[in-house]
Every structure is written in structure tokens, then in C-alpha cells.
């Protein structure tokens, strides 16, 4: 399976609002920290790519980290802190930063170190990150996305297109994941290279430039997922999200590219 490059957007919310959506992604750049206070004292702290590079006292363990970033791939950050809680960010870098400090709040935590209910984002380039807890992160996604990769039912939503079908299966929640079950089918004379399928959360009208906003929404592994849907062939696969609710001024939007082709469908939910 070939390594899909991360494109995210940094979610800029009010405190109040912590408790309530999480923070995807991080920006950065070498001119400025970022600081990241965590509830509890830093234990140990991962960034995928050497172009980012996180600092914490690892003598006297403390609440405070610094993050910086070069130019490059995107890449990600894992944080364990001393309670065991562990925390994960999708790195980007900016040349300006709109914000530079973070108190992190204990809901953001994505699990705890010792059980497998710990998710770890999936290497989204060439991201050397190697290590027990990643493995059981993996694990554990694999083995939700086999369980409802098993069942079958009807689509929630569908699009056909140029003689491909792409269809939302089902839209699972388990804990503080949402596991999304796809289904490409060829039915064109053409085998179907994938480029990328990417959901987002829009509100407003494609149509008005001034209202339409759309929220790109990472999968943070994925299962089964292929490179190229011969003709004749339907595959299924999923990935998995943190969890998100939309509200009723939002709706899904899903995109599917073809590689070195000209087809794509976009599937509403």
C-alpha cells in the first residue's frame, strides 16, 4: 500500500469549545514556539518527521512542550505524559502562526498508554515511527475495521459516475472513533487507479463562494484500502476518524480522484 500525504487545516477555537470538538492539527515553524501545556507532567514525546522537533525536560518531567517545524512533509506527535494518558496531532507547517500556546485539556486524550483503547495516527508519508504502543494502536484499529468490514448492509448514501460507483456503506461510532465503511465498484472498461478519497464536513452552498465552508476530515488509519480497482471489480474498505458529531447545518461530503485520470466523484451524505 502506497503512503497517502496528509493535507489538514488547524481548527481555531475558543476555550469554551474544548470540550467539544478535539484539536487535529498543529502548525508550526522555526522562527516561533508553540507551546503545549499538558494536564500532566510530558513523559516521553514522538514527532514523525525530522523537520519537527519537539522539547520537553526529560530530566524533570514537566507540563510544557515546545514545538518547531521546518518546511517538508507533514507529519504527526504523539504524547504520553505521567498518568498515562496519551495525545495525537497531525504536525503542518506555516510560515505565520496565528496562535503559539495550547493548554491541552485531559479530554483530549486519545487513551491510555496501557490498554487498547490508545489510537495512534497512521504514518501519512514517509514517517519513521517505530514502537510497541504504535503497533498495539494499530492493532486495535484493525481489528474494529474488520469487525464492521464484516457486516453488511445497505448504503447510506451512493453516486455513480463515468462508470464507477462509490458508496458510504455505514458510519459506525465506538468510543472516540467513527469507522466508515466505503465500497468502490468498476463498472467502466478502464481500471481505476486511486488517488485519494477525503471526506469533509461543508456547510453552505458550493454555489455562494461567501457561505460554503468545507472542514476536511483525516482518517487517522485505514483498512483494505487499495491502490486500483480493476474493471469488474468492487472493493470494500475502512477508514477510521476521530469521532465527530455534524450538526444540523452540517453535511458530509465525500471526494474520490482518480490518478493520472480525469474521473471524480463527490458523494453527499
Known amino acids: 500500500m502506497k503512503p497517502v500525504l496528509v493535507k489538514t487545516i488547524i481548527l481555531l477555537l475558543p476555550l469554551t469549545m474544548w470540550s467539544q470538538k478535539a484539536l487535529d492539527t498543529l502548525y508550526t515553524n522555526e522562527y516561533m514556539n508553540v507551546a503545549l501545556i499538558f494536564p500532566s507532567p510530558i513523559r516521553q514525546g514522538i514527532t514523525g518527521s525530522a523537520n519537527f522537533t519537539f522539547s520537553y525536560n526529560r530530566e524533570k518531567p514537566q507540563h510544557l512542550g515546545l514545538l518547531q517545524g ?15 494518558q496519551v495525545y495525537s496531532y497531525y504536525l503542518k507547517y506555516k510560515k505565520n502562526l496565528a496562535k503559539t500556546h495550547y493548554f491541552i485539556s485531559p479530554s483530549y486524550s486519545i487513551g491510555k498508554e496501557t490498554g487498547m ?41 451512493a453516486r455513480r459516475s463515468q462508470g464507477i460507483v462509490l458508496k458510504m456503506e455505514s458510519l459506525n461510532y465506538h468510543k472516540n472513533q467513527v469507522y466508515v465503511v466505503y465500497q468502490i465498484k468498476n463498472n467502466s472498461a478502464v481500471d481505476f487507479q486511486l488517488a485519494y478519497l477525503r471526506m469533509y464536513k461543508i456547510t453552505g452552498d458550493s454555489r ?22 480493476r ?39
Do not use: C
Open 117 to 157: 483503547q490508545m489510537k495512534v495516527i497512521k504514518n501519512s508519508g514517509n514517517l519513521p515511527l517505530q514502537s510497541d504502543s504504535i503497533k498495539l494502536a494499530q492493532a486495535y484499529f484493525k481489528k474494529g475495521a474488520q469487525y464492521y468490514l464484516s457486516r453488511h448492509s445497505a448504503a447510506r448514501a
Open 208 to 229: 455562494k463562494n461567501a457561505s460554503f465552508q468545507s472542514l476536511p476530515l483525516e482518517p487517522i488509519y485505514y483498512y483494505a484500502r487499495p491502490d486500483k480497482i
Open 231 to 269: 474493471r469488474g471489480q468492487a472493493l470494500r474498505f475502512v477508514y477510521v476518524y476521530s469521532k465527530f458529531v455534524p450538526s444540523k447545518d452540517e453535511k458530509l461530503l465525500v471526494e474520490l480522484l482518480e490518478a493520472n485520470g480525469s474521473r471524480m466523484i463527490q458523494l453527499r451524505d
Open 70 to 84: 521546518q518546511g517538508g512533509f507533514s507529519s504527526n506527535l504523539l504524547v504520553i505524559t505521567q498518568d498515562g
